[in-house]
């Protein structure tokens, strides 16, 4: 297959690039996350079995980002499954029918979850991240990530050492940017002080879980965003798919509730968020467009002096990242929107 980007992809994009906070990199309102449906063959949603047609789809899929102006992939050294072989997938696409583009492209991973067996293998330590680095570059058969990120907070060791291999990374040319993800507020302060006391590479971008059922980074979190500065990448904003049409009625048989390894779980899907996500669903049906596009506009609606840059997204077929984008055919409320919206989701 030879790829040929659409010269279109930078059309109809005011709005579309977002400063990631006061850092000179612009972002896409949309990321698209290879977390799930870029690993092995049959581990999919789509249950594309074989590795033609599974690797067909992943293509197909990058493709069709990419030319409605998606110019940022999500990966991480544990995303698959099994763990790397998002990385090895993606990294040969971008070999094979990238490589004219990459200069156009944000390409990110990070290190913090397990990858490998015994006391080095996951976590925070300056041993365990820039090894880690090394592995992801040689996967993805890249000389450097875009932004590279601590994807944990590690408890256990010294915040300065996580923080110095990050700065290492990124003064031996791996990595551009740095960042951190799923750090509380408070943490992500300490990291700035520290970044700043020592003259480090401060993180420009902090990735949490963020999405109308998990709200808990409005307060903790873009207050100190705002003040420092970072962007805000949010992970998961539909929810796992909670906050789409899929769960309206029932639990369909191919969802990720219904898979051993999915992260959703059918403990979640409860009768009280379910009424909750069709009360959500009759204001985006009154809006006119999908509850996962309202969902999409209301996660990067304006909010603190920073909010949210981008949303990251997971896709496993094109159409529903052609269907997601289209969010910004509406994406802003009214006043009256917002506070039913708001009244809904404090029930």
Same mark, same amino acid.
């Given at each position: ?80 499954? $099994?763990? +790397?072989?998002?990385?090895? !997938?993606?990294?040969? =696409?971008?070999?094979? @029918?990238?490589?004219?583009? #990459?200069?156009? /492209? ?12 015994? $006391?080095? +293998?996951?976590?925070?330590? !300056?041993?365990?991240? =820039?090894?880690?680095? @090394?592995?992801?570059?040689? #996967?993805?058969? /890249? ?132 009424a909750k996500v069709n009360k959500l669903n009759a204001i985006a049906q009154e809006r006119g467009q999908s509850l996962a596009q309202m969902t999409l506009a209301w996660t990067l609606r304006p909010q603190g002096k920073v909010g949210v ?39």
């Amino acid at each position: 297959m030879s790829y040929v980007a659409s010269d279109k992809r930078y059309e109809n994009t005011a709005e579309w690039f977002r400063r990631c906070g006061t850092s000179g990199l612009l972002l896409p309102a949309i990321s698209l996350g290879c977390w799930h449906n870029f690993g092995g063959a049959g581990t999919d949603a789509g249950h594309h079995a074989d590795e033609a047609s599974f690797h067909a789809n992943c293509q197909k899929m990058l493709f069709t980002a990419f030319d409605l102006g998606i110019t940022h992939f999500d990966l991480a050294n544990n995303y698959g499954p $099994p763990p +790397g072989s998002a990385e090895e !997938r993606v990294g040969r =696409i971008l070999q094979n @029918d990238f490589a004219a583009y #990459r200069d156009e /492209l944000i390409i990110s991973s990070k290190a913090g979850y397990r990858m490998w067996p015994g $006391p080095y +293998g996951e976590w925070g330590s !300056r041993k365990y991240v =820039i090894a880690s680095c @090394d592995a992801s570059l040689k #996967r993805m058969k /890249l000389d450097y990530f875009d932004i590279f990120y601590s994807h944990r907070y590690d408890p256990n060791t010294p915040l300065e050492e996580t923080l110095f291999a990050l700065d290492t990374i990124v003064r031996q040319g791996k990595a551009i940017y740095a960042g951190i993800s799923s750090y509380s507020g408070a943490a992500t302060a300490d990291v700035v002080r520290i970044c700043e006391t020592n003259g480090w590479v401060k993180p420009i971008i902090h990735q949490p879980n963020y999405s109308m059922l998990n709200r808990g980074i409005e307060k903790d979190l873009i207050p100190v965003t705002d003040r420092f500065g970072i962007g805000t990448i949010a992970f998961c904003p539909l929810a796992q798919g909670l906050l789409t049409n899929k769960y309206l009625k029932s639990i369909p048989e191919d969802s990720r509730v219904k898979s051993t390894g999915g992260f959703l779980k059918e403990s979640q899907v409860t009768p009280q968020v379910v009424a909750k996500v069709n009360k959500l669903n009759a204001i985006a049906q009154e809006r006119g467009q999908s509850l996962a596009q309202m969902t999409l506009a209301w996660t990067l609606r304006p909010q603190g002096k920073v909010g949210v840059t981008t949303a990251l997204i997971g896709a496993s077929r094109p159409e529903q990242i052609v269907e997601n984008v289209k969010y910004r055919e509406k994406a802003t409320f009214t006043a009256d929107e917002l506070q039913k919206i708001e009244k809904i989701l404090a029930e």
